[in-house]
């Protein structure tokens, strides 16, 4: 009798270890979309490797970090500011250089910090209706043209925003520490925008109905928007185009840090960076990789002339200037 009870006990233990073994998995929060669809090019590899199952969810920004605080995800994607954020909220693991060995192949604009690293990048330039706008654009002050004045358009309070208005407070004697000169020229430029646009689709439809015909956008969208039969031209000011940046960072207190740290490391690899190339038009954070056919800005020279401002300096103030660009630039 004890035995059987014996046999079934093992059974039974077998069965659960089993189940345990079966249900690993790494919750991975991402920006959804094509960028997601491209995180899953190369997973399988990885998943056989590791022998886990990898879950993407869509998680980014202030989302992202709640989920992270509250132990739902195991690697989260994000941006400068909220990269910045996360990390003095102790969310994050340090990125461990034994574990993710693809760190010294980055370049060093994407070692930011001990708590994530850049896997990407991207450019934001002027977008502009080439019969329109002649000769092409040369400088961001082309937005402030009086001859474009209810025809330009910018987005609201994001990222790249905040960069223009730290680009336009040094060009004006201040800086992150002195914004002040950077709200009065950007709150010029709002005088002059009829609609801070929100999705890319509405900013397409603007240009297609000639209801603006200048505007500040990334480099991809606008190779998008030729794709749909609105031809635009891309120019790269003279003082940089703005940096898009993709971070990725460890959760801290979850059961995987070790395999999210492989996770990042994969993501880091030589199919991981070139996927970023190849679909979604980014320049990969990694040095070296032979892109040869893929239409990308790539190199240490285009990766150190994109514009990022000190964000460790404009995360604590960033809620005192959100308020200050309503009722500055957008209420005007």
């Not at 397409?204 to 109905?209: G, T």
Request: aromatic letters at 10%; hydrophobic letters at 45%.
């Amino acid at each position: 009798m004890m035995g059987k009870f014996l046999a079934a006990m093992a059974i039974s233990l077998a069965a659960t270890l089993s189940a345990q073994a079966q249900t690993r998995e790494l919750v991975v929060g991402a920006f959804g979309g094509a960028y997601t669809e491209a995180l899953k090019k190369n997973i399988a590899q990885f998943e056989k490797d590791n022998d886990v199952k990898v879950t993407f969810i869509p998680a980014s920004g202030a989302d992202g970090l709640a989920k992270a605080m509250a132990k739902e995800i195991d690697v989260v994607h994000a941006d400068m500011a909220w990269a910045y954020r996360g990390e003095a909220q102790g969310a994050f693991e340090k990125i461990d250089p034994k574990i993710v060995t693809n760190l010294d192949k980055l370049y060093p604009r994407a070692r930011f910090s001990d708590y994530g690293v850049i896997t990407n990048f991207g450019e934001y330039g002027i977008a502009y209706n080439p019969k329109e706008v002649t000769p092409a654009p040369s400088s961001w002050l082309d937005l402030w043209d009086a001859k474009y004045d209810g025809a330009v358009s910018t987005t609201g309070f994001d990222a790249a925003n905040i960069e223009l208005l730290v680009l336009m407070a040094k060009l004006n004697g201040g800086n992150e520490d002195n914004i002040d000169p950077g709200f009065k020229k950007m709150a010029e430029l709002g005088k002059h925008i009829p609609v801070f646009y929100s999705q890319h689709p509405q900013l397409l439809d603007l240009f297609r109905n000639n209801e603006i015909i200048i505007s500040r956008w990334l480099r991809g969208r606008v190779d998008w928007a030729n794709k749909q039969g609105v031809s635009l031209g891309f120019a790269v000011p003279k003082e940089g185009a703005i940096a898009l940046v993709s971070t990725v960072h460890v959760v801290k207190g979850r059961p995987n840090t070790e395999l999210a740290q492989k996770f990042v490391n994969h993501l880091l690899s030589v199919d991981g960076q070139t996927t970023y190339a190849s679909d979604l038009g980014y320049t990969p954070a990694r040095a070296g990789l032979d892109l040869k056919g893929i239409n990308v800005p790539y190199g240490e020279d285009v990766v150190g002339s994109l514009l990022i401002a000190d964000w460790k300096k404009i995360v604590p103030k960033m809620d005192a200037w959100k308020e200050r660009w309503e009722k500055e630039v957008v209420a005007r």
